[in-house]
């Protein structure tokens, strides 16, 4: 009667396990059909996949905070890709590195912070002259600031250099005031190569390095001419 009773109780159990059992496979598959819950399948990462990487080069700057730029060039948002055109040019062919340009500042960050440290973190600021240029009042703010700069600041001076590119350049009537005062570099001139060469001069270079590392150290290093 004992063995009896056990064997039945046996077999409920094992019944009731087995009802269970289909049941949590039936919510499973439930909330996988609706997306909720803990039941949405897993997306495995792809082999060998590898994040977009901004234009702005944020690692690429983070990376080298303590690098002294020779030149950065301020350019419009719409001609990001005739500033690295320029950039290359002027790393590759004229061997002036190492260079930035704005759209390579970190992002994230507010838009002044970025221009005074490419400012400061680079011996010349290079003014990108194209019809864009005088499109964005962001662009104007930024020439005005560049000069201010170089005014107010000794060992800023003669470090604002207007480039036009060989296409799509600003013409020299349609060029401010202001810039029109400062001798630009022409890309299309003959003579382009002895302007470069005689506009960025290692010694002025160095001169603005000291400075540079001077003062992010924390000590006031009298300017001497």
């Known amino acids: ?22 049941m949590e496979e039936k919510q ?5 059909d609706s997306g909720g819950g803990h039941g949405v399948k897993h997306i495995e990462k792809i082999p060998g996949e590898i994040p977009a990487t901004p234009i702005n080069g944020e690692k690429m700057y983070k990376d080298s905070e303590d690098v002294f730029y020779k030149f950065v060039i301020l350019h419009s948002t719409t001609d990001i890709n005739e500033a690295l055109r320029v950039k290359n040019l002027l790393q590759g062919q004229f061997h002036i590195r190492p ?6 500042m970190p992002a994230g960050r507010h838009i002044l912070k970025n221009l005074e440290d490419a400012i400061n973190s680079s011996a010349w600021t290079i003014l990108l002259l194209t ?10 703010f930024q020439f005005h600031a560049t000069l201010i700069n ?3 600041m000794q060992h800023k001076y ?6 036009r590119p ?23 001139s003959p ?3 002895q302007q470069v060469e005689k506009t960025f001069k290692e010694s002025q270079f160095q001169k603005q390095r000291t400075i540079w590392k001077a003062e992010r150290e924390g000590v006031e290093l009298i300017a001497q001419d």
């Open 99 to 104: 260079g930035i340009i704005f759209a390579e």
């Open 166 to 188: 060989e296409t799509h350049f600003l013409p020299r009537k349609k060029t401010p005031m202001m810039l029109q005062l400062i001798n630009a570099l022409e890309e299309r």
């Open 191 to 193: 003579a382009f190569r």
């Open 131 to 140: 019809e864009n240029f005088l499109n964005e009042t962001w662009c104007e």
């Open 150 to 152: 170089s005014v107010n």
């Open 1 to 22: 009667m004992g063995i009896s009773c056990s064997r039945r109780n046996h077999s409920l159990r094992a019944d009731e396990r087995e009802k269970n059992k289909h």
């Open 28 to 32: 499973s598959d439930t909330e996988e």
């Open 158 to 163: 003669n470090s604002v250099i207007p480039v």
